[in-house]
């Protein structure tokens, strides 16, 4: 008998599991998140050449690269938010290797997204996906799909006088799969786990709030998970090892069957 | 009158550009203090301590009482034009493409007659003003206009060599967000710009100045100081149409070391105040330092707009005042550097400008459409140094005097 991983190894080679990207690419001018000006900044992702095969270095270019750990696609660990402060394995060197690789459900929110920019995924929205889909599997990672990383410039913060508009997940939603369904994480393809307006929610920025204090992960500026199926997929989010890190950009990673998305 | 100058045509591009040539640069440590007060289009001479003679040209013992003691001070610049030629043959470099050349003699109302440029409406025994205008090479020299103005005056081709005037010259406004772009941006076109590109960073977050540059019909180009690749791709394209650039971006936050804490807004203020200055000078000065002989529409100046702390840390906003002594510092280095291409960087300081983060502040402050009224008019006058409002005024007068006792009056937190 092959062994599961011989099995994979088999599958990944002949191309019946394939390796998708839902990363978007470190660019100078994507956008992060946008606080009042008093408040401390998100940076921006910047590259500076070191050298490039001349006087500064003869045979090699490298560069250096500033960013936040909050820059372009990345991943909240429950230190992140003050509700998460005191967890055990809330930083991201801290958290079990184990966490970075597990099963992954998309709720396909696309729809409601394109009608409504303030669109919030209620458990209503979620118990009518699993009446399709089957009920979300417990320590599953639950990606909201709301086609946003196909906008670009102004329209992905949709920043507008009274802030950005933009989907998320209502605070019932969050809790839900909290409580009832005890997820390993959430993430989003919009510039935070929360939507635009989670400011004015209760509590203020629901997702980040209960998420991290239950322990939870966030993923978001997330992109391509319109390839991905509902259900059946094995997502790869492994954050950098960063001591005491809040969060990290990383690349990542979802498996899914050929042909299933 | 002055026949107005035209637009320049468009350049055959099969001719080589003008390299850059400058007029004679020797002088005397004596003859700088002229430099000095063209740099801020003021008119001095040495006026001797002792028996009070007006001297020139400068010297380092009075031609009268042969006393040491010759301080500049600012006397009238009014005189009689006593004689004039036009010069038609040279060996210089630089006056051999301006040819031909006009000098005269002017007797001063003050006593000395001084040997001048001047201005094509002067006429042979008239009365006239001589202006002290930095030219080509940095140094102060003198140059005879007409007492009242005359029509079309600032664009007599000697005159327009010594000066930064817009007319007709393509202007790049770094920072678009920046509350004063769209009053900058107007003041420019209303002295004749021929177009204004405006610098657009982070498309994706909206504000509210775009709707005024929009009307005015600016230009946008995405340029982010603080993104070197950004910069280097829009010197690439545009360097070479950008004849006077004006460095408008500037971070700022309240504080000093203590009452922040951190180090996270200083970064940002280095960014964007020190390294925002020499990423653009890195990436547009040699462009613009090779156009400088290139006719009606030459590169002309670099516009750094400074806080007036920049001289004297002001300890409400020490941090930010830090960045900006760093950036005027690094504008020496620039004008250095600018030097042999005739380039000419000025700097404009400015005292609490009318914005969010001055808001907390009382009167006076510098409001945008003051600011703007600044530039333009140091621009025309080919200034290095221009002090905007009363309160950059008082502190370039007391930088002057003492920079210690300024020093300490800053620090004291008004208590002084």
């Known amino acids: ?261 | 009158m002055t026949d107005p100058l035209q637009p320049p045509v468009k350049k055959n591009p099969q001719k080589r550009t003008l390299s850059p040539t400058r007029p004679p640069e020797s002088r005397s440590r004596a003859a700088l203090g002229l430099t000095a007060a063209a740099a801020e289009g003021r008119f001095a001479l040495q006026c001797c301590a002792e028996c009070g003679e007006v001297q020139y040209p400068p010297r380092d013992a009075c031609s009268s009482c042969l006393s040491t003691d010759l301080p500049w001070r600012d006397v009238s610049p009014k005189g009689r034009l006593i004689a004039e030629t036009r010069i038609r043959a040279t060996t210089s470099l630089y006056f051999r493409d301006r040819l031909p050349w006009r000098t005269g003699t002017v007797q001063l109302d003050v006593g000395p007659s001084v040997i001048c440029h001047v201005h094509g409406d002067c006429e042979r025994g008239a009365r006239v003003v001589l202006w002290n205008r930095l030219d080509r090479a940095g140094q102060g020299v003198l140059i005879a206009v007409p007492e009242e103005r005359t029509q079309n005056m600032q664009d007599d081709p000697q005159l327009r060599a010594m000066t930064s005037d817009p007319k007709h010259r393509r202007v790049l406004i770094t920072d678009g967000r920046n509350p004063n772009a769209p009053a900058l941006a107007k003041a420019l076109l209303g002295a004749g710009a021929a177009a204004v590109f405006v610098g657009e960073g982070e498309k994706w977050r909206p504000y509210p100045e775009r709707a005024a540059l929009e009307a005015l019909g600016v230009e946008f180009l995405p340029l982010d100081v603080t993104d070197t690749s950004s910069v280097g791709r829009m010197a690439a394209e545009y360097g070479g149409k950008v004849d006077i650039l004006i460095n408008n971006a500037r971070f700022i936050r309240p504080g000093g070391v203590l009452a922040r804490g951190d180090t996270g807004f200083a970064r940002d203020e280095i960014e964007v105040n020190y390294l925002g200055l020499m990423r653009l000078a890195q990436g547009f000065g040699p462009a613009m330092c090779s156009r400088t002989g290139d006719g009606v529409n030459s590169a002309v100046a670099w516009v750094n707009i400074l806080a007036a702390t920049s001289l004297s840390n002001s300890p409400e906003m020490g941090c930010f005042s830090a960045s900006q002594a760093a950036a005027r510092a690094l504008s020496q280095s620039l004008r250095g550097e600018f030097r042999a291409a005739g380039l000419r960087v000025m700097n404009t300081y400015v005292g609490p400008t009318e914005d969010d983060w001055h808001q907390p502040l009382p009167p006076p402050k510098v409001t945008p459409n003051a600011l703007a009224r600044d530039v333009v008019k140091g621009l025309q006058n080919g200034l290095e140094d221009v002090y905007c409002g009363d309160v950059a005024k008082d502190m370039a007068e007391k930088f002057r005097r003492d920079p210690k006792v300024l020093e300490r009056e800053m620090t004291m937190g008004g208590e002084a």
């Open chain 1, 1 to 261: 008998m092959t062994s599961p991983l011989a099995t994979l190894a088999l599958a990944l080679s002949s191309g019946a599991v394939e390796v998708i990207d839902l990363t978007h690419t470190l660019d100078p001018d994507f956008p992060v998140i946008v606080l009042p000006p008093e408040f401390g900044q998100c940076a921006r992702f910047r590259m500076e050449e070191i050298s490039a095969y001349d006087h500064r270095g003869p045979a090699w270019k490298w560069h250096n690269i500033t960013m936040s750990e909050h820059t372009g696609t990345h991943f909240d660990a429950p230190c992140h938010w003050v509700s998460g402060r005191d967890l055990p394995q809330s930083a991201v060197d801290e958290i079990p290797v184990d966490r970075f690789v597990g099963p992954v459900v998309v709720i396909d929110c696309s729809a409601q997204s394109a009608q409504d920019p303030d669109f919030l995924m209620t458990p209503k929205h979620i118990v009518a996906w699993e009446r399709e889909h089957g009920q979300i599997p417990e320590d599953a990672w639950v990606l909201m799909r709301s086609d946003w990383s196909k906008k670009s410039g102004a329209a992905y913060l949709n920043m507008q006088d009274d802030g950005p508009h933009s989907p998320g997940p209502a605070p019932e939603a969050i809790r839900f799969l909290i409580e009832h369904r005890a997820i390993r994480g959430f993430g989003t393809e919009t510039v935070g786990t929360d939507a635009g307006q989670g400011m004015h929610l209760s509590p203020p920025y629901p997702a980040h709030f209960l998420l991290h204090g239950a322990g939870k992960y966030g993923l978001q500026c997330l992109c391509g998970l319109d390839r991905l199926p509902p259900t059946g997929a094995v997502l790869m989010a492994a954050p950098l090892k960063i001591r005491n890190g809040t969060g990290s950009p990383l690349r990542v990673l979802a498996m899914i069957e050929k042909g299933t998305a």
